[in-house]
């Protein structure tokens, strides 16, 4: 991304006082907003404006946020999406996140909050010169400055935030990595919301590295996680 240009922001939300509030701090911090109120129209504004990164609401007249996303993954994998959702449920989050969401917000939330979670998602491009980070586990080869996770030839780009929770366990391999430090180190907030949210991206990171039955995220209950790869 040219670093003169303002990052672009799609946002999808029927309600229209939260739009307006999302809409002017995120202006004030730097963005390029555009907003429109259900997802059909985002699917249409997603086409013609190209935005860096989606925040969309999940319960949306004419097209959910689901829905909309659905669509949007079948010719689009890589633009950050964030689902605003007043829903929490470990199914909703799991399907949110299957299809192709990248983090999630649930309402009501501080907006200081959703500009970190949202620069965090749009500064995912990787710095000149930045020298890979790769990490061996099992038969995955893991390249956290690229975001590559690598299987016998085939390869998967994780999200921000799966790059950073993995990213954790590997550099502490064998030792329990505790919970408020994940959280605060990535989503600068340990509260309990945020705990399930991890819960569903540990529950992705081992769906991702079940080809090697050898590999373990164990969970140390009340305290952390622990990667372990049984030789």
């Not at 555009?34 to 129209?41: F, I, L, N």
């Not at 086409?47 to 949306?60: E, L, N, Q």
């Not at 956290?144 to 954790?168: D, P």
Request: hydrophobic fraction near 35%; include cysteine.
């Amino acid at each position: 991304m040219n670093e003169n240009k303002k990052p672009k922001v799609l946002l999808v939300e029927d309600e229209t006082t939260l739009s307006m509030i999302v809409k002017d701090t995120l202006e004030d911090e730097g963005f390029e907003l555009m907003h429109v109120p259900d997802g059909v129209k985002g699917l249409h504004c997603f086409h013609t404006g190209k935005p860096d990164v989606i925040i969309a609401d999940v319960m949306m007249p004419e097209m959910d946020g689901f829905e909309m996303v659905k669509k949007i993954r079948k010719i689009d994998r890589t633009t950050p999406v964030l689902f605003l959702t007043a829903r929490s449920t470990l199914d909703d989050l799991v399907n949110g996140f299957n299809l192709g969401a990248n983090d999630y917000l649930k309402k009501p939330f501080k907006m200081r909050e959703l500009v970190v979670r949202v620069k965090a998602l749009v500064n995912r491009t990787i710095p000149m010169g930045t020298s890979d980070e790769t990490y061996e586990i099992g038969d995955y080869q893991f390249n956290t400055t690229t975001q590559i996770l690598s299987y016998k030839g085939q390869s998967r780009e994780l999200s921000y935030l799966e790059n950073g929770i993995l990213k954790h366990l590997c550099s502490n391999r064998n030792k329990v990595v505790e919970i408020k430090d994940i959280l605060c180190d990535l989503w600068h907030d340990d509260s309990y919301c945020n705990r399930n949210s991890l819960h569903v991206f540990i529950y992705k990171l081992r769906k991702l590295l079940a080809e090697d039955t050898r590999i373990k995220i164990v969970n140390i209950r009340g305290i952390g996680y622990k990667l372990i790869v049984i030789q």
